[in-house]
């Protein structure tokens, strides 16, 4: 228990914004001062809390550029506030990634779900990065064409349809090392995010042959993340490929409606956005707080970064859809629910999105974090949702 109190601690110091990163470390400094391992998770969840209040502060507010107040120095309540806390839109999807998986650790725990769960979560969170640090090597590199890899990317999702692990009458999964892996939930993101930024004909046939493969599969709920992703992008960029592919992603949907699809749900991946209160209305809120940071990405990079609005759109949308099919049926909830392939699948799709825009600060620069056992405060959860205040 003391072991997830540390890594909640650590996720919550990795969100804190760069002017804060004192705050971090005073938190972790705090969990190893604090006896008893029930005190010490309370107080972990509430710094974790406290921290997604200043990252959402500092990601969306500031961003906005409203007027919050005589922040001059002749006290003009009308400056904007001119910030861009993140450098990149990538690094912003893996603070949003690793928010959201912790956030789904600590509801995951705070459920009795077995250890291996959470071991199974972390450690996809962590393949995920590798994989995506290894991609991006490649891309730099100019050896990998992304053309060819996305027709892989469909091509392995139409195998996987014909030769993969059968369940209840759907043909979704693979099977290694005893794992279940849902590939179109790793996947399909990628190859729709990627598709967005290249358009080129060999790109579209990838996203073709994985609409079949989520029609022969079937799978409803990936089949309407490909279909939402298409549209946003069509919207975005009325072209004859986005067009084609919007088409043929809307075919696939179509079949899989028609077909039964009638998947028991299964615990902590199943319809936890309403199970997750029976646990506690703080779990409950957990998951919700992770659903909104996979989309937080999308929405920074629309209000910010115009020129590439077509891919914040494909991205949102995507998993945006995916969300909201966990809501309606008894699909996998990603990232806050169990299940390694949606985490693997969140980090490589954020590898499509624009490398960099511009860096910015914190509203709270000034503030100086306490010396460890300095706080005056009983160590629970309430001590630790108000530890930066």
Known sequence: MRILSTAIVRVAAILLPASLRDWGVAMRGEIDAIEGDGPALQFALGCLGSALGEAAFAHFILPLRLPLGPLSSEGDPTVPIDAHLFRSPRRLAAICAAGATGLGLAYMAAGGAPTRYLAINATALILGFALAAAALAGARSGRVEPGPI????????????????TVGGATRWISIGGLSIQPSLILLP??????????????????????????????????GALAAGMAALAIARPERSTLATLAGAVIGLTVTLARPDVEPAMPFVDQIFYSSFDVHPLAGLAVLAGALLMIAPAVVGWIRDVDHRDLYLTFGAVWLATIIAAALGNYPTPLVGYGGSAIIGYV??????????????????????????????????????????
């Open 348 to 389: 490589l799709s954020l590898i499509g999105l624009p490398r960099g825009i511009d860096a910015a600060i914190s509203g709270r620069s000034g503030s100086t974090a306490p010396e460890v056992g300095q706080a005056d405060m009983p160590h629970d959860f309430r001590a630790g949702l108000s530890y930066l205040a």
């Open 190 to 223: 990628a190859l729709a995010v990627s598709f967005a930024r290249g358009r080129d004909a060999l790109s579209a046939a990838g996203v073709g042959v994985a609409a079949l493969a989520l029609a022969i599969q079937p799978d409803r709920a990936m089949a």
């Open 150 to 165: 996305n027709f892989a990317l469909g091509l392995a999702l139409l195998l996987t349809s014909l030769f993969g692990v």
